[in-house]
């Protein structure tokens, strides 16, 4: 099982079962057992004595924190505007039906998150796609088999 309770013990007491600490914690958590699950964020809520909801605000406010399990790698198509007008959506759709799943979400066997973002600030190397912080530009999805072989 994912969520070990344990492992979330062990991060409690690195941080002295302190409130004020919480996004330290949040974060440990989401390092070690790669995103929030909810019964760690129980756990929380009863050890650190913070109802369970106000470590959702926390857990839902910053984009970095992931409430559902993430895919071994990491997918993410500019969609930036100098991406855009050089095919990246085009790109996004074959993607997402490669892998069968939406943009935003993970493959059923955990491989891959698809994400989207604006700008990664290579707009000459457009459509830019990045694989866990590995830059592939001039994108076609020609290409795109072929790279993501790499990563199964
Ligand atoms: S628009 Fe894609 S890197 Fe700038």
Do not use: W
């Not at 290579?122 to 830059?135: E, M, T, W």
């Amino acid at each position: 099982m994912l969520t070990d309770l344990g492992t979330v013990n062990e991060i409690l007491e690195k941080h002295g079962y302190q409130r004020a600490s919480l996004i330290g914690i949040l974060q440990d958590i989401q390092s070690r057992m790669n995103y929030l699950p909810r019964k760690a964020l129980l756990h929380l809520s009863r050890c650190l004595d913070i109802p369970l909801a106000e470590i959702y605000e926390v857990a839902t406010f910053y984009k970095a924190f992931h409430l559902e399990p993430k895919g071994r790698h990491t997918i993410q198509v500019c969609l930036g505007t100098a991406c855009h007008v050089r095919g990246s959506r085009r790109i996004l759709s074959y993607l997402e039906s490669l892998l069968e799943v939406k943009a935003g979400g993970t493959t059923k066997d955990l491989s891959f998150s698809l994400e989207t973002v604006n700008c990664l600030g290579a707009c000459a190397l457009g459509p830019l796609l990045v694989i866990d912080r590995k830059y592939y530009g001039k994108m076609s999805t020609n290409r795109m088999e072929e790279i993501l072989k790499k990563y199964r």
